[in-house]
């Protein structure tokens, strides 16, 4: 259950659609482009490439993770009407859309793409059936897709923001690099102030008590979340063993690769930070104000 | 016909994916970043407020343009199963995915929303039914979707990256930044020995003999293009006359609002700029690089 710790729907900058999602202008766009400009600085410790990737992602490759099985309720499809000009002058020429503001779709095209779900997935597409010969690091933001019963502006979003950053490895060299991450940020945490604790989470799937893979990740957590005054998680760290290594074919060091991935909710950020901070740019701890 | 300059998907850091989009990495993101902040240089001339838009414009704002009998063949929407549990368990408990890679979907959920088609018309909505006491400007660069028959890497793609940069404003208000920005950009090309050409141009309507807007564009051309090499029209200059502030109910100094916009297609400069100066960063004319 969300319950406010502040109204952010008054702060000048963000303005709140009822399709649940934000645009952003004035501080809150300053400070959200600090926040990942923070993050980008903590990804250049490991040389990390950045890569920016497109919005979609072909429904194959997540099917080889079962994701339809595992997210059905969370899943965004982009879909067009098939392209034959009778199917779309019948589109055009009825009534596109009721009155409730409801599209009334003719035939569509086949549907074979997914609206990216979580930045990371890409990483592993992109680096399918590769050897690695050494620990790769990578770093993306892309905006992801989560469909939700309820919406809150910043806290949970139809469309949201994620910086990502990506280790493929043996499972030590993931390890190695997890670790890392969760010091340096919970030292950051420490220096500013910013009252985050540390919590083992588990994604959420569709029909838990029947699906292998979250009793699998409840007798062993791979997520661990930022959250921020005991309400929202603003990050996580996640440990995927092989996972993502055997579905995309990816081997190091003669077996399949280890993964794991710190992420970044932007908004996510930008909420805890407007609640514990305030709005004045310039009362912002500096880390957070570098590089504007 | 699209006939190719170069062989872009030759280049490292251009990842072209078979349905219609790229990823971009290294020295080609470098450069993508590089012409998105001489573009916002050019907005910053005009103090135009940044604005980050979210990827969807809600259905009944669009249907104010008439969009969807204007533009069925382009538009793509986004869609989710509708979230009852018998829905969503037949869909993932049967095969969500058949051989070809096409999803098999469930009912889907009430559609009401459109992924963003240009990156200005959500200015008009962010406006709506404000009276501007003052030209205002704005400027937002957004990811853009139009499906085509035939996608090529960075020249036509399902998904690109738009700058546009916006004026609500009089008549003469609008025309004088046009006029403005055209002769700014021309001195530009030419200082850049970049060949350009500019032509008027139409909006690609379904059923075009047939559309009152396209006729009325014919005859007084709204749409200027700015063209590389007789072969892509990389941006455009546009005047809407009062069509935005009639939709949307937008005044400024007693009437209804006019229009204009630069926009600026990122992938097809970033084409345009590999085909003329290569693939070396430091051998990029200097104002491609500032910034970096």
């Not at 410790?45 to 992602?57: G, H, R, S, T, V």
Request: charged share 20%; glycine share 6%.
């Amino acid at each position: 259950m969300i319950t406010k710790l502040i109204d952010v729907t008054t702060i000048p900058g963000i303005h709140w659609y009822p399709n649940g999602q934000t645009a952003l202008s004035g501080i809150p766009l300053m400070l959200a482009s600090a926040l990942d400009r923070l993050f980008q600085s903590w990804a250049a410790q490991y040389d990390a490439k950045e890569y920016q990737f497109p919005p979609f992602i072909p429904a194959h490759e997540l099917a080889r993770l079962d994701y339809f099985r595992s997210f059905p309720h969370l899943v965004t499809f982009p879909i067009t009407l098939d392209p034959g000009e009778a199917n779309l002058s019948r589109f055009a020429e009825g009534e596109p859309m009721n009155a409730a503001g409801e599209l009334q779709l003719t035939i569509p095209s086949p549907i074979s793409n997914v609206m990216t779900p979580a930045a990371c997935y890409h990483c592993y597409v992109r680096h399918q059936g590769e050897t690695m010969h050494a620990p790769t690091y990578l770093t993306t933001r892309a905006t992801c897709f989560r469909r939700e019963s309820v919406y809150a502006p910043l806290e949970r979003q139809w469309s949201f923001s994620m910086r990502e950053i990506v280790c493929i490895g043996t499972a030590d060299e993931v390890k190695a690099f997890l670790k890392h991450f969760q010091q340096h940020i919970d030292e950051f945490f420490q220096q500013l102030r910013l009252p985050i604790e540390w919590k083992a989470a588990n994604d959420p799937f569709f029909n838990p008590s029947h699906n292998p893979k979250y009793l699998a990740q409840k007798l062993d957590p791979v997520k661990t979340e930022m959250v921020f005054q005991n309400h929202l998680a603003i990050g996580s760290i996640n440990f995927h063993r092989n996972y993502f290594g055997e579905a995309f074919g990816i081997r190091r060091d003669g077996k399949e690769a280890f993964t794991g991935c710190v992420a970044f909710g932007i908004e996510r950020w930008l909420f805890a930070c407007l609640a514990q901070f305030g709005t004045e740019y310039a009362l912002w701890p500096a880390p957070f104000r570098q590089g504007a």
